[in-house]
């Protein structure tokens, strides 16, 4: 599997933490040329010595993707310094639980505009910078986006909006050979969630409920994207695939 991206140009979002982070060092390692992109540079910067340090390199930038022009600046210095890309990875997002009696409008537009709108405007620009090349895009939805839960109203809303662009964009591209799928995390051990898992807080809801117990892991889930985005999946698109060990899909009694 070492060389399964190796020819690959990529950019990967929300790369200096968590499913990103893994994301973008297995990118490395398996032989793409990699743009990692997020707004904490102090993350990237510790990522790019954790990827030298293994034998490989990737290419880093700061940069807010809710500001105007985000995704234009995004793809520009990737041209510029690492390669015109034929593969993006939109892992960047924010969770939240809110219950839609509870959500204000500017926390709609918060979860939209950091799951939906972000994914829409760097997929809107990949499509023109892959032309008739081709190339592949993998979005992250989430289980919450398959399933009802309560309590996650425009944060699920947000995510199922994210695998509806993946089907509609699928659609409209794959004739110019561009591939569009998304990964749906459940429950993954990343520093927005380490404290509640030691507290216990998913046992019920997740972890007891589902037939592989253990907590996912941000390569569990990064795995899947370079699958998604290498040849090994050329004739898949359109799909949102769970990477949740059964949550979505199961219910499990013992």
């Not at 009696?101 to 023109?128: C, H, P, W, Y």
Request: hydrophobic content about 45%.
């Amino acid at each position: 599997m070492n060389g399964q991206l190796r020819g690959k140009t990529a950019i990967v979002t929300g790369a200096a933490s968590g499913i990103g982070r893994a994301t973008a060092a297995l990118f490395a390692a398996r032989g793409a040329a990699v743009l990692a992109v997020d707004r904490d540079e102090k993350g990237l910067l510790e990522l790019r010595d954790e990827v030298a340090a293994a034998g490989d390199e990737l290419a880093v930038l700061a940069v807010d993707l809710t500001s105007a022009g985000a995704a234009e600046r995004v793809f520009d210095h990737c041209a510029e310094v690492v390669g015109t890309p034929d593969v993006l990875a939109n892992i960047a997002g924010r969770a939240g639980d809110r219950p839609a009696a509870d959500t204000t409008d500017e926390d709609f537009e918060f979860f939209l505009r950091t799951n939906l709108g972000t994914t829409f405007a760097l997929s809107r620009r990949a499509v023109i910078a892959f032309g008739d090349a081709g190339g592949a895009i993998v979005n992250t939805s989430s289980t919450f986006a398959l399933t009802g839960v309560a309590g996650s109203a425009p944060y699920s809303a947000a995510k199922g909006a994210v695998s509806s662009l993946t089907r509609q964009m699928a659609a409209e591209y794959g004739r110019r050979g561009i591939r569009v799928n998304a990964v749906a995390p459940g429950l993954i051990e990343t520093p927005a969630t380490r404290a509640k898992i030691a507290a216990g807080v998913f046992d019920d809801l997740v972890t007891r409920s589902r037939p592989l117990p253990r907590v996912g892991q941000p390569i569990d889930v990064a795995r899947v994207v370079a699958f998604l985005a290498s040849d090994e999946a050329a004739f898949v698109t359109g799909l949102t695939i769970p990477v949740d060990g059964g949550w979505s899909s199961t219910h499990f009694r013992g």
